[in-house]
């Protein structure tokens, strides 16, 4: 079968770097919007059972995956995405549909059975899970960007986050 210009473009275009790195980059962001969901799903755990012998296990989970997302570069240099980046795909497209907030309470549901004999927080509302994620993130994504996670100031910001999800 002989090829015809429009293939042997078709070739050339997926032959060329640019289009490798799109690739690369793309399944970066994939993985990242991926891990998303378990991400936000441990920081509820903490947030809604404030006394769980679970809790230093979700705060691990927490740290295991924000260094999952910093290993999550492209091309080879090793290309980092931006803070703003990061916020957008683990905290605000999350939270979101088309600009205005969503509910989480459908995702928030199994966790709360799974947990069921659990002490769990009272009165916790969605408006102060969001803000608390918020302030969380805001502060996590630029070491996203940075590349790197210290022990301790991984450990400052949770504790920062469990201080306020224990304020209720």
Known sequence: MKLTLY????????????????????EAISKIKSMSDT??????KLY????STYREHWKDEILGYSEHIIEQSWGKKHNRFENSDYFEWIFFIYFHVDGHKRS?????????????????LKGWT????????EIFYADLCPLLENGHISDGKFTELIN??????KSG
């Open 39 to 44: 991400l936000n799903k441990h920081l509820f």
């Open 104 to 120: 989480t309470k459908n995702k928030m549901k199994p966790i709360l059975n799974q947990y069921a004999t659990e002490q769990h």
């Open 126 to 133: 969605e408006d102060e899970f969001y803000n608390k994620c």
């Open 160 to 165: 920062i986050f469990d201080s306020m999800a």
């Open 7 to 26: 293939d042997k473009f078709g070739d050339w275009l997926l032959n060329l770097r640019i289009v490798e790195l799109a690739s690369e980059r793309n």
């Open 48 to 51: 809604v059972f404030p006394i």
